[in-house]
């Protein structure tokens, strides 16, 4: 039976060597990856909680739904390395069609179990143990998942997209890499295992410094979005609790009460510093600018409520370098601080008042962050309000000193289009300097504000800040204001 045959691929041209800008970029899409299955965790956190003996479990009457309740949630976790593999050929795979996004997704899927299987093989579960049923309690954790979906995507456009198999033969090269890879760290679980048990315990043992600088890391790689690969190593993977589970989010639900050390201390900045921060920027600005506090509003609600801090952080992180590091050293003090005083409180989602609220009676001294949270209020209003005006510092709203700049001449990126008007091309307005919404969200769009009607959104990029990506829903987008032109 005759079949079809590729045509040969021309001779590709001689790459070009990498650079540090082009690592980062993969470091960060790396990121933005692994915080696809995350997203899943705000609704699974909520019904895991809500399922529990402390809520809905402790009614008769209720007892069968809250156990179908925690059940359903607690799949999430269970089965987070399958999801850390999905997600990052998902995120690979985004802009193309469904039947080109399928191959990576599926590669992932068979890499996974693969490797999986393959390391049980050499290191099994106890049989009598119902707890190790689950793929997150078995060898390395949710870390094998990162590995394979890595694994599968290297190894599927190496093999189907540049040298043109057919979809059969890439999936036995997948499949065949897989049980390679699952063989060596089969042998090398026990180092590893021994490792990632001697950094977990090295922080336990000084958890006011690991904290802390886990705390400061966090905030420095914001910015450039590299910050969810230490989270994923340090809310996920290091550390085996007696449950079973590794890392600090899945020991904490698991009711071990030494986790929480790398979570803690989030709850005073995202509840009170930062909208504090928010009121200090906005009473910083002139009279004839205080309309910015909208977006500010929209900003400090989202970081008080859910714990969603980056629309505030990204309005300042670039423009107002400075002030940003200060408030990466304060919360890197707040973990400190909250480590120091025996707190011991976690997050299914984020470090918001909806997590702090669901998971009161489960965390250990929890009162104890509202009491830093009240100090840290007033360290960051007189910081911030200090600071700004001393530097003259262009927050949100603030517009350079009289002869320190010069508008910006027009430029291409103005030709673009807003959501909100079809109004002709504008030249740029020193407060596009200023002001920046950024979000390298989960699959949010945040809420912005337009100002007023003669002002329009539009997607640019900025000096210094990663291009968004074309087929990345979850790159950088960077809004800034436009005016239309005289």
């Keep these: 039976m005759p079949t079809a045959t590729a045509p040969s691929p021309s001779p590709a041209p001689e790459a070009a060597p990498p650079t540090p800008g ?11 990856w692994l915080a696809l299955p995350i997203a899943a965790m705000l609704t699974a956190g909520l019904l895991l909680r809500l399922g529990q003996d402390d809520l809905l479990g402790r009614f008769d009457s ?26 990052i050929a998902l995120g690979t795979a985004r802009g193309r069609t469904i039947v080109d996004a399928a191959g990576p997704v599926l590669a992932a899927l068979i890499s996974y179990l693969v490797m999986a299987r393959t390391i049980l093989v050499y290191h099994p579960m106890d049989a009598n143990d119902a707890t190790a049923m689950a793929p997150a309690r078995w060898p390395y954790g949710a870390l094998t998942g990162i590995l394979a979906g890595c694994l599968a995507v290297v190894v599927w ?10 979809a059969f033969a890439g999936y036995a090269v997948v499949l065949a890499t897989a049980l390679a890879c699952g063989w060596l760290l089969s042998l090398a679980y026990p180092w590893v295992d021994r490792g990632l048990t001697g950094f977990a315990e090295a922080i ?8 802390g600088l886990f705390g400061v890391i966090n905030r420095v790689l914001l910015p450039i979005g590299l910050h969810h690969i230490p989270n994923a190593l340090v809310w996920f993977v290091a550390g085996r609790c007696e449950s ?17 050390v790398f979570m803690s201390g989030f709850f005073p900045v995202a509840i009170f510093g930062l909208p504090v921060a928010a009121l200090a920027m906005w009473h910083s600005t002139p009279r004839d600018r205080r309309d910015v506090g909208s977006l500010l509003l929209s ?44 707190v011991h409180a976690g997050f299914f989602f984020s470090a918001g008042l909806l997590d702090l609220s669901f998971n009161w009676s489960i965390s250990t001294r929890p009162a104890v962050l509202l009491a830093l949270g009240a100090v840290y209020a007033v360290i960051y209003y007189a910081l911030f309000r200090s600071v700004i005006a001393r530097f003259d510092l262009h927050t949100p709203g603030r517009a350079p ?10 430029s291409p990126a103005d030709d673009l289009p807003g959501p909100a008007t079809n109004a002709p091309a504008g030249r740029t307005t020193p407060m596009s300097r200023e002001v920046m919404a950024a979000c390298y969200g989960i699959g949010s769009i945040f809420p912005v504000v337009i ?24 790159g950088m987008l960077v809004l800034r204001w436009t005016a239309p032109s005289s």
Excluded: K
């Excluded at 209720?62 to 399958?82: E, F, I, K, N, R």
């Excluded at 456009?157 to 057919?166: C, D, H, I, K, T």
């Excluded at 336990?204 to 410094?209: K, T």
């Excluded at 997607?459 to 210094?464: E, K, M, S």
């Design 22 to 32: 082009a690592a980062t970029g993969r470091l960060r899409r790396l990121g933005q």
């Design 62 to 87: 209720w007892h069968q739904a809250a156990a179908m309740l925690s059940a359903a949630g607690g799949a999430v976790l269970d089965y987070l390395p399958l999801l850390f593999a999905v997600g």
């Design 299 to 342: 900003g400090a609600l989202l970081s008080a409520a859910f714990g969603i801090t980056e629309p505030l952080e990204l309005s300042f992180a670039f423009t107002a370098m400075p002030l940003y590091l200060v408030h990466a050293l304060l919360t890197g003090l707040s973990l400190a601080l909250a480590n120091v005083l025996g």
């Design 157 to 166: 456009r190496g093999a189907v997209e540049r040298r043109r198999l057919p």
């Design 401 to 410: 000193s009289p002869g320190a700049a010069t508008p910006t001449p027009p």
């Design 451 to 474: 100002i007023d009607g003669r002002h329009r959104w539009a997607a640019a990029t900025y000096p210094g800040l990663p291009a968004p990506q074309p087929d990345d829903g979850h």
């Design 204 to 211: 336990a043992s000084n958890a006011v410094v690991g904290g």
């Design 244 to 260: 079973g589970a590794t890392g600090d989010i899945p020991c904490f639900f698991a009711h071990d009460p030494q986790a929480g």
